[in-house]
């Protein structure tokens, strides 16, 4: 089993819906949670920390859930700039970073 | 401010060849990661330092790759021998250390083993 877990995907949503992702993550120790948003053939760019208390930057949204790890984004009135592939990345109490395989977004024109 | 710099941005070598990958990160940060990306995955971890000393090594292949971070700022990824299964992008990432561990990546280098 993977440290941390994400549904892969697609997600093909027509613009203006809202789409929600989760990502697992099994270990315990984990401290901090960030999601991170690629394009094709670009690296990786923080999209937003997840404090426990709930984020909210404009459209999106994260959450975590310690109780029963996992980490949320949601994304209201998505855009077709919002295409791309979600990463969720843990960190445990040590500093160790683990990423999740990503979720691919796409949307329906 | 400067981002996370990274040279070469592609390579293309044959098996058994040796190459090396170099990163100069965002100035002040302490901790410096190299990731391997193959097309489909997320970022695997090979190894992190926190200045110039190692955090995590586990999942790098000791046997034909090595890393360093002289100096504590700008590093060097190592592969000696390639192996087909190298060809990846390879990702160089800084942040703070402590608080916060928003990491900050570097355009990439494309290798290609043939």
């Known amino acids: 089993r993977k440290e941390v877990e994400q549904d892969p995907g697609p997600f093909n949503v027509p613009e203006g819906a809202t789409v929600a992702f989760n990502c697992t993550y099994s270990n315990s120790a984990s401290q901090s949670f960030f999601w991170y948003r690629q394009d094709c053939r670009k690296e990786p760019k923080l999209l937003m920390s997840?404090?426990?208390s709930g984020n909210e930057d404009g459209r999106f949204t994260a959450q975590l859930n310690k109780a029963s790890q996992y980490v949320s984004l949601l994304i209201r009135d998505s855009q077709p700039s919002d295409s791309a592939t979600y990463l969720c990345?843990?960190?445990?109490?040590?500093?160790?970073?683990?990423f999740g395989d990503g979720t691919t977004l796409t949307e329906k024109p | 401010e400067a981002g996370v710099a990274q040279s070469p941005r592609y390579k293309i070598i044959e098996k058994r060849q040796s190459v090396a990958f170099w990163c100069n990160p965002i100035s002040g940060h302490a901790t410096l990661y190299w990731y391997q990306q193959i097309l489909g995955q997320g970022p695997k971890l090979l190894i992190q330092f926190q200045n110039n000393g190692v955090v995590d090594d586990s999942q790098l292949p000791k046997d034909r790759f090595s890393a360093e971070r002289l100096k504590g700022v700008d590093s060097t990824l190592k592969i000696q021998p390639a192996k087909l299964e190298d060809s990846a992008v390879y990702l160089c990432a800084s942040s703070t250390w402590g608080d916060s561990y928003e990491q900050y990546f570097g355009p990439g280098t494309r290798l290609t083993v043939t």
């Open positions: 990345a843990v960190y445990t109490n040590a500093g160790k970073s683990t």
């Open positions: 997840v404090y426990s």
